[in-house]
């Protein structure tokens, strides 16, 4: 499904900036409410919003203040403000921004079934509201989907994409699609309260809450104990007044009734606040702090220790862990979520709750897990899938493997010490660990790089190579392109020919490969999994082609082998359109041969190198060399050649002789 023209229903802060997201995309977009002061303010918050974004990049020479001021004028252009739904009949794609009342929202959808064209799809910006409920107001409940963006939604780059019960694969992945379209970065999660981040966040939270009030101890004292701690970007009371406490108390009165007071908790004086409209930044500053920074509620004794910090964290690790045992969203996306929609940023010394497990050890985590339970109740029991983890000796980054794979690269690498290429040996089995900085972009070093790592494997009699990435978010966002412009128009034709015969060596030797797709699989990186022989895809894996968004083609392949994996229609479809695929059409169209959760990819790609492994060299060559040969009649002939040379090898004879005798054969490759 394609966007070119999107609505916004509700013109507040959040409904004004989610519309100048779209417009500032290059996508027209209505924005509608129901007064015209509101359309009004709604508009003037776009204005700002684009104002301060091009005034920035004036002020930084980018551009002169008349190019800032077309750029505003624009994007404005793209923005048409409403009371009625003019405008309606012909959108794609509209986010509803109303206040966060069933019974509102599900008014809204009604009317929006029925004044939008059949194919739009309908989304609710939704902090925590079923999806499923908001679409049993249409009659397309399959086209009703939840895009959570987080305030401010002109900054802020999460979207958390929800799946509601009736939502379809098409729905969710053209609502991804969107979502990067606008400059966003997309999780996908299951319809619950909370959704991912707010759940999250709140569980950590109502252990400070609950504290503070047990202890009656000073609001100031705890928030500068956990910002000179470094757990999250500020203390939460002053989080809580930048948010606002009336937003934040909805969200915590919801968790409460939907998982429990043993979980969840709301501080009292939030209440109090609340009802006497004092509501943080939005109310001149009164909230949990007066105007003038002092604890407007709360006692004033001093935190003993750290445990309040402690406790923070190992809450916020037990939530997480919650929502991927339950399956809610993989534990890549529920990091990504936590970094994007709570500041948890590492480039900041911030971890999200598995990267900071994983670098801690899980079994340590599993010790003080086990200790505050005792100490503090069930809430801060151990989650089944952490006990699996430590039982299994998957304890971080200390042991290369915890919730993400860590590479535990040779000493010595066949490109040196700036390989952007790691060659991890394993006996009959390795790993080629791409590591070419945060996008792992496919560069000139990167493609000269694995060449040298797959001729060491080969020569080192390793039957079985695994490509995988070190960047535990991303496989391969595509090509260097910049790299790529720096060359001559020699040395881009060398270039070709070196991928070309590097990816054809992958599919005709007798080394299987085998590509453990974690994440993004773009340009590039998405045609280098295409040359290996067997692709396992993570849950949040994603696969695409956008060469066409550049006025390119694919060059690394992409126009021969996709057609060749998913069918000439798809493939084809799939290359003039550039828009990306979930791991799971992957799998269903071929693309892929499995789908594993995220945290089993490595483990998964790693059994099926052992399994090709013990398979005779010659009949793997021979096998790889004569498959799916385009004319028949040629394959034949291929597969008669292929068998009579191993058939009347040492390795065909070694089976036979194994076969009768009962044993296992020892294969030489001869």
Known sequence: MFVFKAAVVGAGVMGGQIAQTIAAAGIDVVLKDIRQELVDHGLQEARNVTSSSFGKLASKGKLTDEEAAAKVQEVMARIHGTTSYDGFGDVDFVIEAVPEKMEIKQAVFAELDAVTPGHAILASNTSGLSITEIGDATLRPEKVVGCHAFYPASVMPLIEVVEGEDTSAETMQAAVNFAQAIKKNPITCADVPGFVVNRILMSGLSEVWRLTDEQDLSLKAVDELIANAKVIPMGPYLL?????????FHVAEHMVHAYGPERFYVHEGMATQVAAGKLGAKTGGEGFYTAEGEPAVGGDKQPEGDEIVQLLVLKTFVESVLVLQ?????????DVGMMAGAGLDPRRGLFPPFMKADMEGLDTVLERLEAAAEKHGPAFAPPRILRRMVAQGRLGMKSGQGFYAYPQADAEQPAGDEAVVKLESRGDVAIAWLANGLMNSISPQVIDHLGKVYARAKASGVRSL???????LLFSAGADIKAFTQMDEAGGAQLLED?????????QEDVVTIAAVNGLAFGGGCELAMACDVRIAAQAAMFGQPEIKLGLIPGFGGTQRLPRLVGENKGLEMNLTGDAISATEAYDFGLVNRMVVDHELLDTALAWARKFAEQAPLAVAQIKRVSGKSDLDEGIEAEKAGFAAVFNSEDGKEGISAFLGKRKAAWKGH
């Open 240 to 248: 809580v007044n930048l948010l606002g406490l009336d937003t934040t």
């Open 326 to 334: 339950e399956g809610v969203a993989t534990h890549r996306d529920i």
């Open 466 to 472: 695994v490509i995988a990435s070190s960047n535990p």
């Open 499 to 507: 991928v070309h015969g590097l990816l054809r060596s992958f599919e």
